[in-house]
DNA sequence: TAATTTGCTTGCATTTTGCAAGTTATTTTC
DNA sequence: GAAAATAACTTGCAAAATGCAAGCAAATTA
C-alpha cells in the first residue's frame, strides 16, 4: 500500500476527526455505503464525483487501517469484495447528517440536490437510523 | 491570492459541504474562532497543530471568499485585523459538535484531549450556544 | 530611533492528487 | 471451451497542493 497522509498529534477532538476522514473523497465513499448502499470497489468508482483509481484503493484500505470500515468477500462472486461500515464508521451518521443540513440551507447554487436534505428534516431520527442501517 | 482548490459540481449535499471546508485545516481555524476565541492571523498561526504562513493566510481568504468567515479592521490596532464567523459560519457548529463527539467516543490515544467532550455531552444545547456566541 | 510586532509574500522542495494505461483472476458469452 | 467482459487492483508520470524558510512593509512599542 502506499502511503498515508500524515497524522497530527494535538490531542484535539477536531484534528483526530479530520485525521481520520478530513480529506476530499473519505465521507463520500462514507456516503455511497450510508446513502446510496454501495458496497463494492466499482459501485464506489462508479459515482459522480469520480473519484481516481489509485486514490479510491487508497482511501479504502486507510479507513479500513483506521477501523471505519471492513471488507469480507462476496460469497458469490469470488472476485468481488463486500465493504461495510463497522460501529465506528456508522458513528459517523451524525457528521454526515448535519453536513447535509448546513449544505441544504446555504448551497444556493441551481444545481444543489434537496432530497436528502428534505429527508433529514422531515424525520431527523428515521433518517439516521437509515443510514447506519444501510449498509449491513 | 493563489489559486483556491477546485470544486465540484455533482449538486450532492455533502460534496458541498466537503468542498467549502473538507481540507486539512478549514475546520481547524474555525475550531480556533468558536472553542478557542481566537480572532487574529498571529492566534490562528500559535494553534498546536502548527499551520503554514503560506496555507493560514489562503484559507483566512478563500473562507471569507465562501461567506464562512469575515475580516474587518481591529479599531485600536491599525495593523491587526478581526476575523468573525458569519452566520453561515456559525452554523458549522452542530457539525464541530459531532466531530468532537465522534473523537471523544473513539479516539483511545492517551494523548487524545477530553475537556471540550466532556462539556458537549454535559451540556449539548450550553455548549452550542457557547460556540455560537464565543466570536461575535 | 531602533527594535518588535502584525500580516502578509515568495521561492522552492516534498507530498498528494489526478489521469491513463496496464495486469491478474475470475465470470460470462458465444 | 475459447473469447470477451468484469472486478479489483497496480504503475508511471504530470499537475496541484502542502510545507518550510526566508523575507518585507507598515504600524507600534521600547
Chains 1, 2 share one sequence.
Not at 481520520?20 to 473523497?25: A, E, I, L, T, V
Not at 484503493?57 to 469470488?78: V, W
Amino acid at each position: 500500500m502506499d502511503t498515508e497522509p500524515k497524522k497530527r498529534v494535538s490531542g484535539c477532538p477536531v484534528a483526530y476527526g479530520l485525521d481520520s476522514f478530513g480529506d476530499r473523497w473519505s465521507l463520500l465513499i462514507i456516503r455511497d455505503l450510508m446513502v446510496h448502499g454501495k458496497k463494492t470497489y466499482s459501485e464506489f468508482l462508479g459515482s459522480d464525483e469520480g473519484i481516481a483509481t489509485n486514490i479510491l484503493i487508497n482511501r479504502l484500505k486507510t479507513l479500513e487501517a483506521d477501523g471505519i470500515l471492513s471488507k469480507s468477500r462476496d460469497p458469490d462472486n469470488r472476485r468481488s469484495f463486500t465493504y461495510a461500515l463497522t460501529p465506528k464508521g456508522k458513528d459517523l451518521a451524525p457528521i454526515v447528517i448535519e453536513i447535509i443540513r448546513w449544505s441544504g440551507k446555504h448551497d444556493d447554487r441551481p444545481s444543489a440536490l434537496k432530497p436528502a436534505v428534505r429527508a433529514v428534516e422531515e424525520d431527523p431520527d428515521g433518517f439516521e437510523k437509515r443510514l447506519r442501517g444501510a449498509c449491513d
